[in-house]
């Protein structure tokens, strides 16, 4: 079993093979990076073209977490039994991707919604976007080496599961937000929950502004890097806060709207350049921040007029939507998130296609860092804040 | 201590023997005591507990964490190259060790008693980079070599703001002998080669920019030698994986982490040697006695090392170009500008 250590019979070392004379051999190394590496966030595998720590070129490789999601959709027994397929797409922000596939159905259907349900689904999802943003704000954090903020935003995220568990049972695959409705009203003491949360919030935010954000480690690490230009951006077609970090003021939530967002006041954040260039991490990271921060006063508004109601409308166990096609897409925390459900009728889908904002988001990663460093891809890679569970579906 | 030593036992290998345990007996107890401090003072910062079932308060963790590791088992990859494989750790160990050497404990005991002792801790402490780069080209793994060839660079930079900072204290006590340095600096708190030694108030005051500065810099540059945040890039876990330990396990792994913690208190032991006036006492003769030093000098240095966790867990890390930028653009300069200014005051 003993490795022969020989050089190989192409390798150059004499001078008269050498192409350039004289000169030491340099080389690109190609490096492979996942999809067991720490900064992968998960089973994603980059294969690296370096030349020293000079990155040449990224090639992604993925598909290390497919699960046959859209096969699985249309060989369920009923619409309704898509949806915990749904939530195991992008697992940290499972209600919004219930909540997308929910409204397709819904489209469908040509359904009304009930008015408390609108809002217990707002609540939610804006609950769970809070809580997707701090783990891309936290592993964001350890990539660039700081842990502390990392185990902060944890310990606020812990606190939203809370409020899932003790709605729904599940503290992370929710299978909460149901074609028509949702599966239980809001427990008792929810709503102060959710107000003390929304308070206790702000505090953790400025904490992390202050050890992180302004950190001057942490806008070197970040301003100026992986910089992603407006129109490049915008031909990839990259969505959420990678879209608006390059200063496009773009999003679903008030430009297609879809729910109740437009009855409240927020507004839409968007990258302003104020660390270095508009588009770079640090803008993408900022506008993460910002938007936790918008989010929490979505919540404290719906949570202070929620209405009473049904939570569920009268629909039949087994929904047979007249056939047809729908696409709608909604704002998940990564960006657009679409349904494509074709109907033949039946009780369950002839075909559904999820538009996966992460992986669209990907596919911009090789383009914006290329001639970066090793350290910096580490940077990029985190600031476009991939699942690979919706990447790979 | 040596001459005692030698009444009782003479001139035979058994004396050098128990000359050199001390450091090797302090170095254990000390890494025992720091990874649970470590451990408990990044829990306090992020709102854990830490080590809680071990023992009250997980005391008997570290114990229990050596014990785990003497149990692993020994893997060498099989690309691996053995013998440079099998004694990286150990040389990277060895320049740890060899500092102690020439690092007083009080004033009656150290190690070795030579005239040049910051000089050799500083020489001595270069195997380490050896050992770093036999781990990373050993264990046949790019992210490893990667790891090592920043270690190596990061090292060989950061050891010359080191040594002009060692310089600018020397200038001004005039002797690389640590004992010497120290008791140049005796008599409390203002003697210390920090506020500007021992000398006429004017001088003193004049040389109070030069000295803190050179302080502070000893101390960052002390911190990015022993590869800690934000210095941190050759185990870089985001980046590298775990740099040139990556295909480590067990007990050579324990090593490196070892020789890791015994270079932090190293550094700080130097620096404390050097600006704030080693084993004597901040209150003159107040608490002063051999005694007394070696608790003085193990408070100072370990002021430092908790300095260094407290930063460890508190900064993100900086970038290759960016941590030479810092070494070669920012803190030499100063130095230079250090050297010069003492070099001025002192003549004048």
Known sequence: ?393 | MEELLQSIIGESWILYVLLAAPPLVFILVYALVTVWTEMKVSAHMQDRLAYMYTGPHGVLQPLADILKLLQKEDTVPAAADKPLFIMAPYLVFIGTYAGFAALPFSSAYIGSDINLGAFYIIAVSSIVVVGLLMAGWASNNKWSIFGAMRSAAQIVSYEIPTALALLVAVMITGSLNLQDVIRFQEGGILNWVVFGGPLPVVQKLLLLPFTLTAFLIMFIAGVAEVNRTPFDLPEAESELVQGYNTEYSGMKFAIFYLAEYANMYLVSGVAACLFLGGWSSPFGDFMSGPLWGVFWIVVKGYFFVFLQIWIRWTLPRLRVDQLMYTSWKVLIPFLFACLFGVGLILVL
Request: one cysteine or more; proline letters at 5%.
């Open chain 1, 1 to 393: 079993m003993k490795e022969s250590r020989t050089l190989p019979t192409d390798y150059v070392s004499s001078p008269e093979r050498t192409s350039s004379g004289r000169t030491l051999r340099t080389d690109e190394m190609i490096l492979n990076m996942g999809p067991q590496h720490p900064s992968t966030h998960g089973v994603l595998r980059l294969e690296l073209v370096v030349d020293g720590e000079i990155i040449v070129d990224v090639i992604p490789h993925i598909g290390y977490l497919h699960r046959c999601f859209e096969k699985h959709a249309e060989h369920m027994t009923n619409y309704q039994q898509v949806i915990p397929y749904a939530d195991r797409m992008d697992y940290l922000s499972s209600m919004c991707n219930d909540w997308a596939y929910a409204l397709a159905v819904e489209k469908l259907l040509k359904l009304e919604i009930p008015e408390r349900v609108q809002y217990i689904r707002l609540i939610m999802a804006e609950l769970q976007r809070i809580a997707s943003h701090l783990i891309a704000v936290g592993t964001y954090a350890i990539d660039m080496g700081a842990f502390t903020p990392f185990l902060w935003c944890f310990r606020d995220r812990e606190r939203i599961l809370d409020l899932f568990e003790m709605t729904c049972g599940a503290r992370l695959l929710y299978n909460y937000i149901w074609v028509g409705g949702v599966s239980h009203d809001l427990p008792p003491r929810f709503v102060e929950k959710a107000k003390d949360f929304c308070r206790d919030f702000r505090k953790t935010l400025k904490e992390v502004h202050d050890v992180l954000t302004y950190n001057e480690i942490f806008i070197k690490r970040t301003a100026n890097v992986g910089v992603l230009p407006k129109d490049v951006a915008i031909n990839y077609a990259c969505s959420g806060p990678m879209l608006r970090g390059s200063g496009v003021d773009w999003d679903l939530r008030r430009d297609d709207p879809y729910g109740i967002y437009d009855r409240f006041e927020w507004a839409v954040q968007i990258g302003k350049g104020e660390a270095g260039t508009v588009g770079d991490c640090w803008d993408r990271y900022m506008v993460r921040m910002r938007e936790m921060e918008e989010s929490t006063k979505l919540i404290e508004q719906a949570v202070a007029s929620i209405p009473e109601g049904n939570v569920q409308s009268a629909i039949p166990k087994r929904i047979r939507p007249e056939a047809g096609e729908v696409y709608v897409r909604s704002e998940s925390p990564r960006g657009e998130l679409g349904f494509y459900v074709i109907s033949d009728g039946t009780a369950s889908p002839y075909r559904v296609k999820a538009r996966a904002p992460a992986f669209v988001n990907l596919s911009v990663l090789p383009e914006i860092s290329r001639g970066a460093m090793v350290a910096d891809l580490v940077a990029i890679a985190g600031s476009v804040d991939i699942v690979l569970g919706e990447v790979d579906r």
